[in-house]
């Protein structure tokens, strides 16, 4: 739900009014003074509502000029907060899937929620300024009628040309701030292959695929410019034409006697403000902005978090998985499936397959950061889907390659994990070494990939789930102290569900089982031992053995 308006706000909602209030009153103060100097009535009472009405104007206009900015601010850190707040609940489930790359997702937080975040203070600069030049027209019809009707000349092609610029820009808008996200993504996707890049001496080559983007958004830059550039000389000319049309009148009306000096003046004020409704070009510009920027975040926050349940698992389970007719897709591609897999409980079953066949996607499947297309996944014989987001924390665990530190320190960032669960994963050594040990902040850490995988070793050793994924989680290690945390893990996991990717025949062979993916297929089920047997087995074994051995 939108927040609700602050003092901010509230200060700006009442300073452009009252500035709008006091700009109005202003000609017929003015015309006031003037006929009492032309009359010899000059005095206090002459021009003290004049100094009035320039003081509330001054004031006005310099608590809105504090108000404006600092309404921006808080309207776009409220809105990047609820953004990734929504990111963040959706989860990895699939609802993201598909959708927009990291980079635009970066682009839409940074960029496009702070140009909606803008959205509040431009539509109430442009809506003042309608009612302001409303109102001098209505100040032009109680000095004459006639004046009113000079004025209306030029209001026809004035509403006119705003509709018009606004028409051609908001699509404008919409696709220059569609082509920033994607020169992000590329930029995001070309930093994480940073190393591949330049040993593959590809960066002149990647750069320009990275830049592609820039002449369609220097496109859509220039075709901003020369709409607004087209608007403004239009509508100084139309300006022009209304005021001198409107001064014309009132002259021929003062020459009749009709007007008094004063007014003259109040119509020459009234008319210029009258204008600045066909000169708000740039406040159009800003809602037009705004108004293209929450699309992009409304896309994003319209997204629905993947629906979960209420049960919980049945007492004295074993953990046993299984995937009933699965299929995971990727648009019209199919990934994975369809399969089905039973995974006794307390068994340890390694994925094996060669790169792109699925393992890590079914091994992301029992704790829901991915949720299939087609079929069911369940535990101890309940649907994940099923489950409450808390039991299903409880039920599953998880070890990466990389591995996410989250907290401010390392204590934080182990939820939970104490000294035996830092020595069982080899951790204790180097986390003695740190600056503050325990307490170091996260910020200052200088970690290896190995290092971090035995973090996140620890933080999953301390959570007793019943289902244990890991998803190459020892890569980073050397021989022998993935020997040693493997013997660790054995011990700490023993009679737990293991769903282990593997990438290493002796990984392989030390499980129950082993599922074999080929193209996200099933291939078979069976020990490493009887699998030797079939050489497409031992191809693919070496595939993914060498490719975890040059990563």
Do not use: N
Not at 71 to 90: K, P
Not at 368 to 383: H, K, Q, W, Y
Not at 402 to 420: K, N, Q, S
């Amino acid at each position: 739900m939108p927040r609700r308006p602050t003092g901010w706000t509230l200060a700006l909602g009442i300073a452009l009014p009252v500035d709008a209030a006091a700009t109005l009153a202003l000609p017929a103060v003015l015309a006031g003074a003037v006929d009492a100097v032309l009359g010899h009535r000059s005095g206090p009472g002459a021009v003290l509502p004049l100094a009035l009405v320039l003081s509330a104007a001054a004031a006005a206009g310099a608590v809105a000029a504090a108000a404006g900015p600092a309404c921006s601010a808080e309207a776009t850190a409220d809105l990047r907060g609820r953004l990734v707040r929504h990111l963040l609940a959706l989860g990895p489930g699939g609802r993201l899937h598909g959708g927009p790359p990291p980079g635009d997702l970066a682009a839409r937080l940074l960029g496009s929620a702070g140009d909606a975040g803008g959205r509040r203070p431009a539509v109430l600069g442009a809506a003042t300024a309608l009612l302001t030049s409303v109102g001098a027209i209505l100040g032009l019809a109680l000095l004459s009628p006639w004046l009113a009707l000079a004025f209306f000349a030029g209001v026809v092609p004035g509403v006119l040309l705003i509709r018009l610029f606004l028409r051609h820009t908001g699509p404008v808008f919409a696709r220059y701030q569609e082509v920033q996200g994607e020169l992000a993504a590329r930029l995001t996707g070309a930093l994480a292959g940073l190393l591949s890049i330049h040993a593959a001496r590809a960066g002149q080559r990647e750069a320009a695929r990275v830049l592609a983007p820039l002449p369609e958004l220097s496109a859509a830059g220039h075709a901003l410019w020369a709409a607004q550039r087209r608007t403004a000389w239009q509508a100084t000319l139309l300006i022009a034409l209304v005021e001198v049309a409107v001064l014309t009148t009132a002259g021929a009306l003062l020459a009749d006697g009709a007007l008094a000096p004063g007014a003259l003046a109040a119509a020459a004020g009234w008319a210029a403000l009258g204008a600045g409704l066909f000169e708000q070009v740039e406040s159009l510009v800003g809602v037009a902005h705004a108004r293209a920027g929450r699309a992009r975040v409304d896309e994003l926050l319209a997204l629905a978090p993947a629906p979960s349940g209420t049960a919980v698992l049945p007492a004295g389970g074993r953990g046993e998985v299984e995937l009933r007719g699965v299929v995971v897709r990727d648009g019209e591609r199919v990934l994975l499936g369809p399969l089905d897999l039973t995974v006794p409980g307390g068994r340890t079953v390694a994925l094996v397959g060669r790169s792109g066949s699925g393992k890590s996607l079914l091994a992301a499947l029992p704790g829901r950061l991915r949720d299939p297309d087609e079929g069911t996944v369940l535990i101890d014989g309940v649907p994940v889907s099923a489950l409450a987001p808390s039991e299903l924390r409880h039920a599953v665990g998880h070890a990466f390659a990389r591995p996410a530190l989250v907290g401010r320190t390392v204590r934080e960032a182990l939820a939970g994990a104490g000294p035996a669960e830092a020595a069982s994963a080899r951790a204790d050594g180097f986390l003695q070494r740190l600056p503050r040990g325990w307490d170091t902040p996260l910020d200052e850490l200088r970690l290896s990939g190995g290092e971090l995988q035995r973090l996140g070793l620890a933080r999953l050793l301390a959570r007793p789930t019943r289902v244990v994924v890991l998803d190459d989680a020892t890569s980073g290690l050397d021989l022998a102290t993935e020997y040693q945390v493997t013997e660790a893990l054995d011990r700490a996991t023993h009679g737990r569900t293991r769903l282990v990717v593997a990438h290493r025949a002796a990984v392989a062979a030390r499980a129950d089982l082993v599922a074999w993916l080929d193209a996200g297929r099933l291939r078979a089920v069976a020990p490493h031992t009887v699998l030797l047997a079939h050489p497409d087995y031992r191809a693919a074994l070496s595939d993914t053995t060498l490719r975890a051995t040059t990563a």
